[in-house]
């Protein structure tokens, strides 16, 4: 059976207009998606270069392919499961910079280049002293980015037109403001000049992402199935879902030229994105973390059997659009629209979500994930937000470490676990013994960063959740919520 390459299939060659730091799973299911759906419907004309970040990767296998890769999206759209697979063609090249760095450089002599993309970890977009503009390459994604700009800068004579659009994906708070920083740093370390720090600073957009895919990646357990209905071999084959969104924080001039709203892709173009990364944070991880314990012990393992079970759905649904949505400051319309993309993204059949793989350090998700929407919710409402409460009692259930008899696996940071094992030890199922492990949990600092028995109520509430759990077990607690 034959590789996939341009060979076998017919497909179109782009100018390279976009240089990208990374070829894993998540960009080629992702923004080179994006690409190549632009290029087929709005003309987009762009082609993308693709930049091994790291001493290892993927880039002999992209060339053995000729930049081609099929892509499955999986999942819930407009309320039906959807699988649909396709090539995507946009990247004409892949470069390996540790064997060949004036390849890679030269990229920054290409008229056409206007776009940066990177996903290299989060760890990727960080300062190495050790980095200098002689090395070939530089260990650091931002230092070799600077060599690349710099050696722009010197060819176009610093010209303005000739600046580039720069669009991280890596998982980090204002991913773009950070790269821009390190990016100076070393333009004041290699001591390139004040010219070009000003040439960085107005002819260069950093923009500051959020993204939002489940990407599992190569579906190495189905892969003959895959072979076989496709007719050839692809190394490279990805798996996404249906779900997308990708926040970019930029000038006007970037959605004008990155044209992804006009063939109906999921990105929003912002000059805050705040919002849309709290909103994620509270509506899409915030349901996950709240979940967990009360889905687990009520006796499920799945994510998606939990929203298909008409208790511990029903539960989450009034956590997500009753306690959650009211403290966020976007339209009713968005919130609505994004809580119910969230449903369907947990309900995905072609993705499996096991509660244990999600439970780990739960303690510290809660404080970040649903405790500012407890906070908010008191403050805006003036009243306790019952289902969220009602989470926060099933986890420290949860601690306990058994369900129906048997251990459960926790995972956290060995203080965590050391304190719940050393309090429960102390709890017969008394109301008393339980009050007393509950305010000992919300007067804990190290966890919340704050005293939460101070709230009015709130301790009585998670208190009386927990005695039901404990006494009357989850199926009941939970009825009566």
Partial sequence: MKTLSRKIVPTHSYPERVLQFGEGNFLRAFANWMIHEMNKKVGFDSGVVVVQPIIHGLTKILSNQDGLYTLYLNGIKNGKAVSKYQIIDCIQRAINPYEKYSVYLANAENPDLRFVISNTTEAGIAYHKDDQLEDTPQKSYPGKLTALLYRRFQVFKGASDKGLIILPCELIDRNGDNLKKIILQYAVDWEL???????????????????????????????????????????????????????????????????????????????????????????????????????????????????????VGTFLKNAIFNEICPTLDLSEEELIQFSNDVLDRFKNPYLEHALMSISLNSISKYKTRVLPSVLEYIKRKKELPKSLLFSLASLIAFYKGERNGESIKLADNQEVLDFFKSHWLQVDRSEESLTEMVNAVLANTNFWDEDLTKYKGLQNEVASALNSIINNGMKTAILNA
């Fill in 193 to 311: 000049g004040t010219a070009f720090i000003l040439w960085i600073n107005e002819s260069n957009v950093f923009c500051n992402t959020l993204v939002d895919r489940i990407v599992p990646g190569y579906p190495k357990n189905k892969i003959d199935i895959i072979t076989e209905e496709l007719g050839y071999k692809d190394d490279l084959v990805v798996e996404g879902e249906q779900f997308h969104l990708w926040v970019i924080e930029a000038p006007t001039k970037v959605k004008e030229e990155f044209p992804a709203a006009q063939c109906g892709l999921n990105v929003i173009f912002t000059d805050n994105m705040e919002p849309y990364r709290t909103r994620k944070v509270r509506i899409l991880n915030g349901a996950h973390t709240s979940l967990v314990p009360v889905g687990y012990l009520y006796g499920i393992e799945k994510v998606r059997e939990c929203i298909e079970d008409p208790v």
